[in-house]
């Protein structure tokens, strides 16, 4: 009798569940309140309407104040490179905190500030569905599952809080792991400084290898596959000492910013100036044929697919070719997106006071270098990230003895396209010309440590 009753029950609950679903599928597409709101998103009374619980009805709307300080969320763990824990600190610090929706205990929490850096909500796409839950009559208790797909999702560019730059920017450090590494157990953050580590690699190998914190007591980094080859044949032998790096890393950073003081800031303006133009450029053909472009090359690869060949030899050709294909078609996919963002977002082109405060802000923050507030560090890391793209290639130069060479550090620097991301927040769409810059990891060669004296590298700025 009761395991009849209990199948009647189930029967009608996945009955009703499909009305319910379709009914809040239809609240979404009128972006109509259902469920819970999320940190940054109000409901807006519509006078007049009911719910059918005789509730009055609301609408989606971004509360202004909220979507500030999401965007300020995701420009502190993005600029700053902080985390969670110190997002968090900084927001219950705040003299009134605006606190998450249901929020009980009264504060941030660093999951509270996790799924504010992880919703897309914030960048306009909204989905409905995406775990279903589950009941298990037998244990009598309820589990979510992940839809494989959610059952609605649409893009809404009214509910937009951040770009798609930005939201893509924080994922990517958040599926990076973050920081490079721990500190120093003693606590010496200037003969061990975690500043550059995991910007390092060693180009020798199949795929560029990140090095590795080694050698006496940590002071050093080393490429880990390079350890393992004889020494005669490896191709970094030298050790990089962190210190050193880390100093001259900085100064040359600091140097190429110093360089061409009034020319590079006049630079800077025209090339905002060019990025305005360039994004307010009306042609809507561009997104036509770029869209016309996807689907053609949306059926080349179906063709390709349907007509893969007999023999080993065509259905290789047949591989590469789908391979080109999509390859090409994620390009113009990305593009595309690109220029529908760039349609909706709005750059101003800065003043010279603007961009030489900028400059003088970024190299007072390089000449400081690593120093032991981590706040400060991140700062830092985040400007030497900027400049080198956040990584930095490695190469013996000298003998490969001990004491017989050094390694060479050499990045592409893409000045102006990095310092008009830096002024405007956002990419810049045209390329600007790079140089090659090379750094010496050695010390000055007239300045000789003396056994007594404290140790300094000295470098020169010239
Ligand atoms: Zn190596």
């Known amino acids: ?72 969320i995701y420009r502190w763990y993005v600029e700053e490179r902080m985390q969670t824990i110190q997002i968090m600190r900084r927001l219950n610090a705040m003299s009134e905190p605006m606190l998450p929706p249901n929020c009980k205990s009264g504060r941030w929490t660093r999951g509270a500030v996790e799924r504010v850096l992880k919703n897309r909500r914030y960048r306009g796409c909204w989905e409905y569905g995406v775990t279903e839950s589950v009941y298990l009559p037998e244990q009598d208790y309820v589990t979510k599952h992940f839809r494989a797909e959610p059952l609605r999702a649409a893009q809404i ?30 606590g010496d953050s200037v003969k061990r400084p975690v500043l550059l580590n995991g910007i390092f690699v060693c180009p020798a190998h199949q795929e ?11 002071q050093y980094m080393v490429c880990p596959v390079c350890q393992g080859i004889e020494s005669k044949s490896r191709p970094l032998f030298s050790m990089l000492n962190r210190e050193l790096a880390a100093q001259l890393t900085c100064h040359k950073c600091a140097e190429l910013l110093m360089a061409s003081d009034e020319t590079l800031i006049g630079e800077v303006v025209s090339a905002c100036q060019a990025e305005v133009q360039e994004s307010q450029l009306p042609d809507p053909g561009q997104v036509a044929r770029l869209k016309s472009e996807l689907q053609g090359l949306s059926a080349s690869i179906a063709a390709a697919l349907r007509n893969p060949g007999v023999t080993e030899a065509d259905q290789a050709e047949t591989d590469s070719l789908v391979r080109d ?46 120093t032991r ?22 190469f013996q130069a000298g003998e490969a003895r001990s004491h017989g060479g050094w390694l060479q550090g050499r990045f592409k620097l893409h000045l102006l396209n990095c310092l008009v991301k830096k002024v405007t927040g956002v990419s810049a769409l045209l390329e600007h010309p790079a140089v090659e810059v090379i750094i010496d990891y050695r010390e000055a060669p007239r300045a000789k440590p003396s056994l007594y004296a404290p140790r300094r590298f000295t470098t020169k700025i010239s």
């Open 1 to 72: 009798m009761l395991s009849m009753q209990s199948t009647f029950d189930q029967f009608y609950v996945s009955a009703n569940n499909e009305s319910i679903r379709s009914a809040h599928e239809g609240l979404l597409d009128k972006r109509l309140v259902f469920g819970a709101l999320s940190f940054g998103y109000l409901g807006e009374l519509i006078p007049g309407e009911l719910t059918s619980r005789k509730r009055p009805r609301s609408r989606i709307v971004i509360d202004p104040e909220a979507a500030d300080l999401v965007r300020q």
């Open 157 to 186: 560019e009214e509910l937009r809080i951040v770009t798609d730059e930005l939201w893509h920017a924080v994922q990517v450090r958040r599926l990076d792991g973050g920081h490079g590494g721990r500190n120093a157990n003693d």
């Open 208 to 218: 560029k290898q990140r090095l590795w914190v080694g050698g006496n007591r940590g």
């Open 325 to 370: 294909f999509r390859s090409q078609r994620a390009k113009v996919a990305a593009k595309l997106g690109f220029l529908g963002s760039a349609l909706t977002r709005a750059i101003r082109v800065p003043t010279v006071d603007e961009v030489r405060e900028m400059l003088t802000n970024l190299e007072q923050i390089l000449l400081d270098g690593a």
């Open 373 to 394: 507030d981590p706040e400060r560090v991140n700062l830092v890391r985040s400007t030497v990230e900027l400049l080198t793209g956040g990584e930095i290639e490695l």
